[in-house]
């Protein structure tokens, strides 16, 4: 059985390492603020200038002067801090940032990432995207392994507008845990009853498999 988004994201979480400033990108990825280990410190970081956030908050105690750089509304903690945008571009472009989780329209089996736009369809912007994939130590994608036409995002090459290049590192995927290495793809562990072959043909780009697979139930 698959991966839901709560599960990928309780995955993805387990990548972080104590003491890491972590940027969760827009959609899914911010899920995974809810999912960081107690015993980890983790400071996560804003575009639009909050350093510190929480989980999101329970229905009914949502104060809509806090939000993260998606609109979403969120929590502090004791020691978060607020800065203007600018100061937080700042932090990001000076390569403050030890990880990045962001979602995905399309990755190649090089580490191209394509995540801000489909041509055609009205866009806000860039975000913080291009910044982050340029500058973050470490970018891991969140996504569904196909689209919804059933057609693979894990590809030989983006189709789409790039927003940077042998950028990721990982993908987590409701189907597997992917790795980015200079073969292609390399399958490191895959969601509880998915069968290698499942995996195999929702995957465009070469994959590489190892002889022996992980099976992972969350």
């Not at 995540?115 to 130590?137: F, R, T, Y």
């Not at 042998?166 to 992917?178: D, F, G, Q, R, S």
Request: glycine letters at 10%.
């Amino acid at each position: 059985m698959s991966w839901n988004r709560e599960q990928m994201c309780l995955r993805a979480s387990q990548e972080l390492k104590d003491g890491d400033y972590v940027n969760l990108g827009i959609g899914m990825p911010t899920l995974v603020a809810n999912y960081i280990e107690e015993s980890l410190d983790i400071t996560l970081q804003s575009e639009n200038g909050m350093l510190g956030m929480g989980p999101f908050p329970l229905k009914g105690e949502e104060d809509s002067d806090l939000i993260n750089a998606g609109k979403q509304t969120i929590t502090s903690l004791p020691d978060t801090s607020y800065f203007s945008s600018a100061d937080s571009f700042a932090m990001i472009r000076g390569g403050h940032i030890d990880l990045s989780i962001l979602g995905a329209l399309e990755v190649s089996k090089s580490g191209d990432l394509a995540n801000w736009m489909i041509p055609g369809k009205m866009v806000k912007g860039m975000g913080g995207a291009m910044d982050l994939v340029a500058s973050s130590e470490n970018i891991i994608v969140a996504m569904m392994h196909t689209n919804k036409k059933g057609m693979s995002k894990l590809l030989k090459k983006c189709t789409l507008p790039i927003t940077g290049r042998k950028c990721v590192k990982k993908i987590v995927t409701n189907l597997a845990v992917i790795e980015i290495t200079e073969n292609g793809f390399q399958l490191k562990e895959k969601a509880n009853d998915v069968s290698v072959n499942e995996i195999i043909e929702a995957t465009e780009g070469k994959l590489i498999i190892p002889k022996e697979v992980p099976n992972i139930a969350l």
